[in-house]
């Protein structure tokens, strides 16, 4: 191959551990916070309604390990999206509101963190999650509180929590970097 070829864009990433491990870092504990909130709240959504949608019986921490393994996923998506050219190009422009120009990278991917976990609350429990138990038909997942006000807090909560972790795990610059290809 030629070296014009073997170069790729990485556009405003840098990190010595990459957006992946960022974002599943930042989806556990994102997980992890909205899961005491909802431990809070009502300690069955995680023992018994999480694992009930799956059509499991509550054993153990089982709903904790599926409620860390959802975050671990969303994180990851969450990564994937933010550092695409054209979500992170829109996070580092240089906005012509004052306020805004004065807001740094960081900032913006909590922001962008927050509007991600509002988008899987609307999207997760509030359309998914209704046709998923009525397709499984399992009477354990049917108290899940799908568009409760604790769940669009916990989800906004998880947002927020995985763009500050990601944010700090992560470098994000507006410079353009080219990196070789791996084979």
């Known amino acids: 191959m030629s070296a014009e070829s ?37 300690p069955e959504v995680v023992s018994a309604a999480i694992p009930g949608i799956y059509g ?18 969303l994180g990851l998506i969450f990564g994937f999206l933010v550092t695409r050219e054209p979500i992170l190009g829109t996070l580092q422009m240089n906005p012509e509101t004052e306020s805004l120009s004065r807001t740094g990278i960081t900032l913006r991917v909590v922001a962008a963190g927050f509007v ?7 999207v997760l429990p509030v359309i998914v999650l209704p046709v ?8 354990a997942a049917a108290d899940f509180p799908t568009a409760a006000v604790e769940s669009m807090v916990g989800h906004l909560l998880f947002g927020t929590v995985l763009g500050i972790v990601f944010a700090l795990v992560t470098n994000l610059h507006p410079e353009r970097a080219e990196t070789p290809l791996e084979d």
Not at 9 to 28: C, L, Q
Not at 56 to 73: K, Q, S, T, Y
């Open 132 to 139: 998923w138990i009525e397709a499984i038909g399992t009477e």
């Open 56 to 73: 499991l019986d509550p054993v153990g921490v089982v709903g904790w390990g599926i409620h860390l393994v959802h975050g671990i996923g």
């Open 6 to 42: 073997d170069t790729q864009s990485t556009v405003g990433v840098e990190t010595s551990i990459g957006w992946p491990v960022g974002g599943a870092v930042g989806g556990a504990v994102g997980a992890l916070a909205f899961g005491a909130l909802i431990w809070l709240f009502d």
């Open 116 to 122: 991600f976990g509002l988008a899987i609350w609307a």
